[in-house]
């Protein structure tokens, strides 16, 4: 974060060339950009399948792996990246034998997620208390990406998509009706396992940006919202992917004029955003007279 | 070990906190609330740091923010229930204004502030004074007395909703009291394994209580045993363990009885 804080002209051109002024900047909407299209698309999916405590789970493992890869020396995206992808495997594994419905699933993502922070607390304490890193791994470091992060994450997301793309109409089937997919053939295990996978991914290029404790600004609360605005899939989806945009371009530009954390205004204009469109919906749906079969 | 002050306070406080934690987290997993108790952990967090930042007693701001979330919660989920979407788009914002505190609280005084969050997220069981440990066990005590006196009612409004509502039971009183009671809980139990990891004091002990008996006074017992016994093993392995945080070790052997509940359920294959 600047020190000295930058004077807000009113001037949109100037502001904005204020705002690029830096290659710190320009960096970070770069890099913000670029994880709130993945994690747009992905979150639309997230939302749709209910698997919010999951991805929760995720992203706060990648606390963990990014604290234990400090520890071992390993590059930072190489512990993001590994403890996700094996947190989606135990997940996907886990979930099955606790058997007894969702009370048992939820009660063994909760516990990985706990055990996960148990051990990145852990990993902390034998680096022997490296307090600030701890914060920006937990809260992120939007302002101090570097150009080759943005190619990484350029590259992780375009291989993100193109699997989304690829396994998006089963994975869609499968998500609104599992019984009837998996009665047409529709491998439902394997897409749950493959799309957990994918989760993780994105959650882990989040992490790096956002921090573990943030990467839900991006990933739920603007597929929320898309999915209060319309029921159709492509549209929900363009939706989902905008709103993501929009709220990190405002986030990135507001906390460039204001002394508090860009973590902050990312997550507070999602959710404002989110109370808003619920207040309007109720409200026009209390104004106007009840369509058949609308949903309240 | 226990001729230090602080063993000995780490342990009174420890042991009615895990008490508490195993008795609600049995009735947390059985009515599918994990991920409410996880919202919970997180708010505690932004109201300690918002308490910080204010200047005043960080257990106000825990109790305070906990509370009011759990009753909120609760009022809203007996007519439209809230689903994951709306509780991870609560508590997404209630980080971001965690983070909004943290930077207050950080840029307002200099020095070991570094520290305060980190107690936060993670706790201090080591660092309790006795008044400190007495509260906690007074606290702890209460949660778990109460939560026994609801106890009956409360199993059967979560097993069959609809039959215990047509015999007059009072379903949202008891929702709206499960959630705070257990909002106490985890504003107390934050002070001794931290917001973070209160988590898997309430999931795992219930969740492999669940998975080893069917039978709902067993299971109770059960989880508040694993509970303790983690606490207790966890806070003795980290004396002898030198650099082994406290809030880890007990964590860690909460997850492996978990394990291997799951594991022996595994093996048996029971249908359900």
Redesign the interface.
Known sequence: MPTELAALSWNPVSDFEQLTEFSFMVQALEAGTIVAVMAGAVGWFMVLRRQTFAGHTLSMVAFPGAAGATLVGLPLAFGYFGACAAAALVLAAVSRPAGAGRAGESAAIGTVQAFGLGLGFLFVTLYSGQLNSLESLLFGTFLGITAAQVQTLLWVALAALVVLVAIGRPLLFASVDAAVARAAGVPTGLLALAFLLLLGLAVAATAEITGALLVFALLVTPAATAQQLTSRAGLGLALSVALAIAVTWLGLGIAYFSPYAVGFWVTSLSFGLYVAVRLALALLARSRPQPLGAAA | MFGHEFMRNAFLAGSFVALACGLVGYFV????Q??A??ALSHVAFTGALAAAAAGIDIRLGLFAATIALAVGMGLLGERARP???????????V??????F???FT?GSSGEN??A??RV??GSILGLSVGDARLAAVIGLAAALALLLIARPLLFSSLDPGVARSLGVPLRVLGVGFLALLAVVAAEATQAV?A?????????P??AA??LTDRPWRGLALSAAIALGSMWGGLALSYEVD???P??AV??L??AA?ALA?AS??GTR?E?
Do not use: K
């Open positions: 997993v059985l009515r599918s994990v991920f108790g996880d689903d994951d979407a709306v509780i991870g788009s609560v508590f997404a914002w980080l971001g204004l965690g983070v909004l943290l930077s207050i840029s570094g520290t969050a980190v997220l993670f931290g973070l990891l209160l988590l898997g004091l309430l999931a795992a219930g969740g669940r998975l650099s082994l945080p809030s880890f964590i860690g909460a997850t978990f799951a359920r595994y029971i359900v």
